[in-house]
């Protein structure tokens, strides 16, 4: 079973940059996809970015852009650079692993990311 461990959160001016990262530990196989949901107060869960172990990414229009979402050689860490930040990016951001094996999915605890001057 895998974790999920995120870092990078915090408060940024508009306009700011932040990058958020998350680390997974486990045993990963075959096709699975990495990625960063927000949730906003009194809103649902929704897609930011996905990466997926083929190569492919997959972006929310209204962060296309600004942010990019990134993975590292051992293919354990995904990166989110977040640019141009505005305050209607302030959400709690989570971490997200699929493995397409079973469709499960692993979910890590979500770094606030507030976005204000």
């Known amino acids: 079973q895998v974790q999920l461990a995120e870092s990078g959160g915090g408060l940024v001016q508009p306009g700011g940059s932040l990058t958020l990262s998350c680390t997974i530990s486990?045993?990963?196989?075959?096709?699975?996809?990495m990625g960063w949901y927000r949730q906003a107060p009194r809103n649902e869960r929704e897609l930011v970015a996905t990466?997926?172990?083929?190569?492919?990414?997959n972006y929310a229009d209204a962060v296309k852009g600004r942010f990019t979402i990134s993975r590292d050689g051992g293919m354990n860490t995904v990166y989110l650079r977040m640019n141009s930040l505005k305050p209607e990016d302030t959400a709690v951001y989570y971490c997200?692993?699929?493995?397409?094996?079973?469709?499960?999915?692993?979910w890590g605890q979500g770094p606030q990311v507030t976005v204000s001057s």
């Open positions: 997200n692993y699929r493995d397409f094996r079973d469709d499960s999915d692993c």
């Open positions: 486990g045993s990963i196989f075959g096709y699975n996809a």
């Open positions: 990466l997926f172990s083929t190569g492919p990414t």
